[in-house]
């Protein structure tokens, strides 16, 4: 089975730039989650999608973050413009929606704002 | 927002070696998990915990979910050095659909052969 797939795995960007990252999570998935983990942390969720319908955005900044899963399968996750303190590994998450699901996480996009 | 308390930090040990961290909070969750994260890679889940005072092993891996459900801690026996990575507790407080992890900062793990 396929695992959680993000892309791309790496970027460069100067600071007030744009950028976005893609999600596909495991198939049959219902919801999806999005984490920004800053060097020396844990992660921390930005958002969680249960299909194409936002479950949890408490902790997005919404000022400059966006994220979408229109067709309720892959997500983009969206900054604008970026600020320095953005640097992090964005990690997508995956699970089926059930109780006790487990969450399936995928390699992560590695951002550097300069 | 929600703070987990994670310790220690680092450690440094010897294979063969047995490791002991814990995490804290000051609220209670329902669920608390064991993630291990390799460099360049996600967190994968090691143990999760649904009862308070459940005691479950995986492998060379043991974890408790404490009494006061504010507490859990992760054993590793006879360490080799594959178990190297960063490990990571996060409570879960269901409600409805809303599975959100609350993570501790992680323990750095190294072990010399």
């Known amino acids: 089975e396929a695992g959680v797939a993000q892309s791309p795995r790496y970027k460069i960007i100067e600071k007030r730039q744009s950028v976005a990252f893609w999600c596909n999570p495991i198939?049959?998935?219902?919801?999806l989650y999005w984490y920004q983990q800053i060097l020396g942390q844990g992660p921390k969720l930005l958002i969680q999608?249960?299909?194409?319908?936002?479950?949890?955005d408490s902790q997005l900044p919404k000022d400059r973050f966006s994220a979408e899963r229109l067709k309720g399968v892959d997500s983009t996750l969206k900054i604008q413009p970026a600020k320095l303190e953005d640097s992090a590994v964005y990690l997508c998450?995956?699970?089926?929606?059930?109780?006790?699901?487990?969450?399936?996480f995928g390699p992560g996009t590695r951002l550097t704002v300069l | 927002g929600q703070q987990l308390n994670q310790s220690p930090q680092s450690m440094f040990i010897q294979e063969g070696e047995d490791v002991s961290m814990n995490c804290t909070s000051s609220?209670?969750?329902?669920?608390w998990l064991w993630y291990k994260q390799d460099p360049g890679e996600g967190p994968v889940l090691l143990i999760a915990?649904?009862?308070?005072?459940e005691l479950t092993s995986n492998g060379r891996l043991t974890a408790q979910f404490g009494i006061t459900r504010k507490d859990s801690f992760l054993n590793i026996s006879a360490s080799i050095p594959s178990d190297v990575g960063i490990y990571f507790c996060?409570?879960?407080?269901?409600?409805?659909?809303?599975?959100?992890?609350?993570f501790g900062k992680g323990t750095l793990l190294t072990v010399n052969p």
């Open positions: 198939s049959g998935h219902a919801t």
């Open positions: 915990l649904y009862k308070a005072g």
């Open positions: 998450a995956s699970s089926t929606g059930l109780s006790n699901n487990e969450q399936f």
């Open positions: 999608f249960q299909n194409n319908g936002v479950v949890d």
């Open positions: 996060a409570g879960q407080r269901s409600g409805g659909s809303n599975y959100k992890l609350t």
């Open positions: 609220s209670i969750f329902n669920t």
